[in-house]
Each structure stands twice: as structure tokens, then as C-alpha cells.
């Protein structure tokens, strides 16, 4: 089990040689989602050898151009690949009627079936699921309407102890299920064989929360308590944090206050301005009020197991 | 007198790790001119150095991804790089609507005006002029309303003489503007001094054409004649020439065609389909119509004096 993180851009608004817009790659169960899709973001996929066919869901946080301006490309150049699987894209209402006048104008006819999910509601809200994961919005505070998401593994169901098992005859593979599902097994002789002897607890499911863009926004805690890896933007240090406040972006500080709250395993900050030059000055930053804190770096995976 | 010719991209379709969609600037008199904008263009502009205050004129052949993907991020940058300067585009109809949905849903105001200058003519139509330059369109035989465009410098007026005219003491500097433009002076004996006596011819005016996306279209023949540079497209050779008419495109020996009929100084060929690795198969059979062909490759520049 585990969890795989890419970074494709993780710089913030004008994109510049080797200082690439927001976009991501989530490797969770049998899923490659992509988050967010600025500029260039095709070309960073054929760097970073990323499958363009695997790719099936695309969640897009807001509409502003530093997240959402490679994706017309994308869609274009899926079309002239011969694309034929369904493309399933999440995002704010607008994003929709962007694309298809685009599409319509440039008279691409597209073979394979685009199915837009258009997000309005103030409220996290479970937006897909599947026998495996999950994926919730987090309502970030932004200059326009912005989600973060919140990607969970399922619990698995838990595991035969087979040695224990292979112990009781009367035990059938037809009660295989029910006994992974957690139930007690209640012998002929009316005893009851407790479930904690019969299986083993799966694995704990990891889960990753991607909030960019915001200010700090404590009330997203519950919402993200708790996860393996937080991506937190982090476009500002303490120094600009007037600014942090006035464009609805974060401080480094703030992600770790964020991170720290939450207790989430590890934090990984980006989105940073192209005002500084240092990126190891956002990671202490926020080491101040989080240790375990690194930086997205272009083309870096991150890996939870 | 010159004009230089900046490739910032020269490949068709799909935008791949160096291999960028059409884009190119053209320095011409005082102007600096961008002629399409594939996604990424405004990355390619910093690679190459062009600078971004310096663009006053775009100008957007047609609307198929790989020739204006790139324009929305680059408009936005100069939104955020606080740019005051009006900004001219030219390209066909609903290009406009576009742009200004994209930035009304992402609630962009520019501080600089935008104009757009919407084309839908299918005959050649001068779109620009001043005192120096010309710009005219190039209707071209695409999928979609396509047009290339015709750069012409604007003949000087012809240089004084001045030894010769320092012998004429009657001559007076309020008439100078008259002889530059070509009038002969009559003295007061009634003696007519020549023009060509008084003056010098000033430089030919250069020109440039540019032309893609387009079938084989002899028709423009009469537009470009006798250019110093033609861009032509080659998006095939002419293995491919079935699949090059079916999709509204050139072979390499078509656009050698062309520059022949054209009989222009200098053909730049360009718009690669990925399919082929070796681009100097498309300088040979072009050159089997037209021997002085050359190749476009990405950040090449191309003077003509």
C-alpha cells in the first residue's frame, strides 16, 4: 500500500524556465490524478514520463491561470492522440464553458467522452468515490472560489489469519467475506470465535490533502487532521505576509501553524513567489512551528508507504 | 536598415520537451511583433530574451491550439507584471471571446488596454500601418479561417545629396522634405535640377511573410512576391502528401514550390510534424524546387540587412 506524489510545477503565478506553474501527479491505489494543470503542464508530463493514458481524473482548484491554463492544451493533445477513455474533470462552475467555446471555435472534435463536474458548494463534499478511494474538496479562502482536495485510501478489509483459521474446519469459504468484514465466528456448539483471532487489522489507509491556493484558514483542520502528506502553499515568508494577506496566500509560518494543528505526518510547502531566490528560507520558516517540513522541488516524488 | 527574425517555436500539434509550438518575433523598423503564440511562448520569450514590455502587436494566424494556447498566459503575466502599455491583437473572430471569458471568470483586470482587432475578410486586407510599416493579411487554405501576414517596411524617402546640394545655394532647408520625396527643384533662372541629381535612393524595403497553416495555395503567389524572408510551413514530407492535403497542410517540396513561383530571397521552412527526426530531410526536398532554403530551429534568428 502506498502513496506517490509528483511534483510538475510547484512555482506560483507567471510560469518561467525551470519555475513551472502548479501541477501534480497522485499515484493513490490503482488512480493517477492530476492536480491542477498550469501551463506547460503536457510538457512537463512527457519530461517527467508521466502516462498521459493512465491519466483518467483531473481536479482543477481554481481558476486562476497559474492552475488551470495547460489544461485546454492537455485536452487538445489527448484528442490528437486518439484518446478514447472518458476524461473526468473536477472544478470550479466556469471551467466547463472555458473549454468547450475553445473546443468549439478551434472546431476540435474530440473522440473520447469529456465529463466536466463543476464545484460550487461552500462545504467539503465528497466529489468521487470507488471501492478503494475517496476524494473530498477542503473550502479554502482564496480571491475567488478555491478547493483544496482530500484524497483517502478506503480501509481495506481485514486479512484471513489463514493458520488460525485452517484450525476450524467448520469454517467454509463462503464465510470468508462476512469474517473480513469484522464479524465473530459463532461455531455449531454455539461458541463464538472472536474476530481479533480469526483475521489481522489491513493496513491503515494513507491519505493526502493538496490546499492551494489560501490565507490561513484554521477552520480547514478537521477536515485535514491527521493526513500523511499535506501539500500547503507557502507563497510568502513572514516578511511579506501583508501581501500574504491582501492576494489570499499563505507565509511559510502559517502552513506550518497549518500542518501542526492538523498533525499531519509531513508537510510539504510550495507555491512559492518568484520574489525569492532562497527556497530553504521557506522550509525553516515553517520548521518554526512544524519540524517535519520539506520543500516540493520540480520533478521530486514523494512516497508514503 | 534590417529585420530579424526570432524562432521561439517551430513544431506542430502537440507541445513536447524542445519541440514548441509556433511562435516567433519579428523585429522590423522600431516594431517588435509577435506572430502566434503556442502554449509555453511566454516561457520561450524569457529563454530567448525578448522582452515582454517591448510587444506592442500580436498576431494570431488561426485558432487551432498550437498557434494560441500560449496567448491567455502571456496576457495574464502582463496583467501581473503591472504592464500599461496597450496591447494590439489581431486574429480571427472569437478570439476575442476567449480571452475576455477567461479573464472575466478568473476576475483578471488589467491595468492595460487590450484591443482586439477581430479579422474575418477572406481576401488580403491591409491591418496595420504607420509610418514606417505595413502589415497585411494572408489568406491562407486551412481547416479552419486561417490567415498568414505580409510585413513590408515603408519605403524611406530618399537621402540629400549634400555635396551636391551645398553647390545649389538657393536650395533652402524648408525645401529639403520636397526633394526627399523625389520633386525636382527649379531654380530661379528656370533651370530644373533632377532629382536624381540632388538625391540618393534610400534602401529597398525589406518584407516578410509568413505563412501557416496552409495546403499548397499557388494563389498567395501574387501576395508574397519577391518577399526577402517567407516562413512557409512543411508539416510533411512527401511520403505523408495524401495525409498533408487531408489535413490542410504542406510538404516540404509544396512550400519549395512556392518560394519559387514567389521567387522570394529566402525560405524558412517550419511547423515539423513530430512524426519525422530528421528535419534536414525537409531542407532537401524543398530544396529540389528552391535551393535557398533553410531550416527554422527553435531560438535561430534570421537577419536580413
Sequence with gaps: MSLQLTILGCHSATPRVNAHPTSQLLQIKNHHFLIDCGEGTQV?????????????????SHLHGDHFFGLIGLISTFGLLNRETKLHIYGPKGLREI???QLAISQS?????????????????????????????????HRVYTNGFLFQEKKALR??????????????????????????FVLKSGEIIKNEILTLDSPKPLSYAYCSDTSYAPEIVPIIKGVDLLYHEATFLEDRSELAKKTGHSTALEAGKIA????????????????????????REAQEAFQNTILAIEGSTFEVT
Excluded at 508530463?45 to 491519466?55: C, L, N
Excluded at 493458520?163 to 467475506?177: G, Q, R, S
Design 99 to 101: 473549454m468547450e467555446l
Design 44 to 60: 512537463q508530463m512527457r519530461k517527467y514520463k508521466v502516462s498521459f493514458a493512465k491519466i483518467k481524473h483531473i481536479f482543477i
Design 260 to 283: 501542526k494543528e492538523a498533525k499531519v505526518k509531513l508537510l510539504i510547502l510550495g507555491h512559492y513567489s518568484n520574489r525569492y531566490r532562497d527556497l530553504k528560507a521557506f522550509q
Design 109 to 141: 472534435r474530440l473522440a473520447y467522452p469529456l465529463i466536466f463536474h463543476e464545484l460550487h458548494s461552500e462545504k467539503s463534499e465528497l466529489i468521487f468515490e470507488d471501492k478503494n478511494v475517496l476524494v473530498r474538496t477542503i473550502p479554502l479562502k
Design 159 to 184: 486479512k484471513l489469519n489463514s493458520k488460525v483459521v485452517a484450525t476450524y474446519p467448520e469454517i467454509e469459504i463462503c464465510d470468508y467475506h462476512n469474517i473480513k468484514k469484522g464479524k465473530d
